[in-house]
């Protein structure tokens, strides 16, 4: 069973940044493609950024150019960069990892941690 933690989430002003953290246990993580996802109020959750095993990185166009998703496979540990940050970015930020990777698409696993909340506000 795959455990999963997020954490870095907190109030920030708007042009602002947050680094997310995410931590994966009990599976091989480097083998792992990983999503990061968010739910913003009253809306579905959303992709937000996907890194495959290889280090293949894919983004939702609201986010290009602002987020940077990387992993270190050391610690088995994924990292969400969030920079110029917006009141649109405010949402609870989910670490998905083991969905599966392929071009134009990530698709969720069902490994899911408890989120941690973003607050973008002035």
């Known amino acids: 069973q795959v455990q999963v933690a997020e954490c870095g989430g907190r109030m920030v002003q708007p042009g602002g940044s947050l680094r997310l953290s995410c931590a994966a246990t009990?599976?091989?993580?480097?083998?792992?493609?990983i999503g990061w996802y968010r739910q913003g109020p009253g809306m579905q959750r959303e992709l937000v950024a996907a890194i495959s095993n290889d280090g293949s990185t894919k983004y939702t166009d609201s986010v290009k150019g602002r987020f940077t998703i990387s992993r270190d496979n050391v610690k088995n540990l994924v990292f969400l960069q969030m920079n110029s940050l917006q009141p649109d970015d405010t949402a609870v930020y989910y670490c998905n990892p083991g969905g599966m990777y392929n071009i134009g698409t990530y698709t969720q696993s069902t490994y899911w941690g408890q989120g941690t909340q973003v607050n973008v506000s002035s």
């Open positions: 009990g599976g091989m993580f480097s083998l792992y493609h």
